[in-house]
């Protein structure tokens, strides 16, 4: 199972790597052994938090706490339709969740399943992911789900965190929720997108202490009309918790 | 020279990604609007999704799109290898159902490829090579489709090069209504039942 990297000083090449063993995504991945940390520069959500554009390999200068608290995922996608022909409706639900997690969010009558993964490389599993020494987690709780359900765009979606573990209702204030684009950056028509970070405060989110099997959820409405932008799960991302 | 691929989930978020899906919307809103499409089933009344951000609309075709590669078709014509039409649709019983439709202009800004035989003839080799007999299009009720069609079959079916769809065949069907439902499970931000009707085509292949 990955995990998130340590938020500690003495963070090293080997744990960086062993998180983040596919440097930019859409590009080969490389050994651990040969991965240098600006290799990530792309990557990282820490370096100046919400507006960390990073527009060139050489503007910036990697350190290793940049990587702290964060770990990689790589979002899967189930999709529901309200029909076969042309007025069908689509949702989907987007991210990586573990069968529990889903089971939660299970949105059809088809068998529930695992979504995506919980690290970098469609690697890493999907039976979570530790949150032991992150934010004020407690030791033994674990991120079994963290994704969206919704329709895109027109209709409002919803954005889930979701632990076990006896996580509690306020051991965490922020999640910092990073885009990894392939080579790090979009190109829409004459507009550059570079990789960015969104924060969302944990206030903003509604929490249910027990749903199934032991599970919390943390949940926030956004898109539609709500003028509340959510994650994107079109690409892999890296995720901090404060 | 024109290229159609089954696209798949990494087509449909490169193509996002490039700005190619708000490119082909972009080309297709005004067939939309003057149509009655009312992007069924989302909660939201026509004077919202008027106003709605150009980018959420998008948005909800990227969604639309990602369904129909993992669970139906899309196709994607590539002309000169830029794309200028994604179909979506599904096949049953080898029937080719077409529901709907992103098109745009070539690299050169105009949309005369929609005249041009071999154009339609790549894109029923695709349908065909994927089993299907007969063809069904299914149209917004007062959509210009609905005039794009008879003048299709108009221009197309004298012409001997066209020889993959028999134009010659076009027929309309009539008014279908669609019962549609989310299975009794609680989407956000859409009606659990409803129903649209749309006009229906009918075309058989050479």
Redesign the interface.
Known sequence: MSGFIDNTSNIDAAEIAAEYRTPEQGVSAKSNSNVAWNDYKRMTPRANQSSNIITTASSQTMQAQDFGGTAGFTPG????????????????VSGAFTLAAYDHIN???QASAAVGHFGLGAQGGQTGISLTNVASFPSGCTLTGYGT??????????FYIITSGASGATNWTKVHHRIL??NGV????N?TIYNYTLTFNRSDFTYNGNINNNQEKWQL?F???SGVTGPTM??PFAVEFE | MYVDKVLTEDDIKELYTNGDIKRLYLGSVGFFNKGTYGYPAVSLTPEQIANAPEDAVVEYWYNKLIHYVQTQYAFGMYKDDYIVNIAMGFIENNEWHLCNTLIAPDKDGTRAFMRDPEYHNVRGRTEKELGATISYTYVDVGSPINDTLPAYKNHFGPIEECNVKNYNTLEHIGQVTQNYSTGGQEWDGVKSEYSETYEKYKMEYY
């Open positions: 996608t189930r999709t529901f339709s309200t029909g076969s022909t042309k007025g069908a409706t689509n949702t989907t949105i059809s009558s359900s919704g329709s895109g765009g027109l209709a409002t979606s919803l684009q392939p979009s190109q829409f028509g507009t409405s898109g539609g009309f079109i690409y």
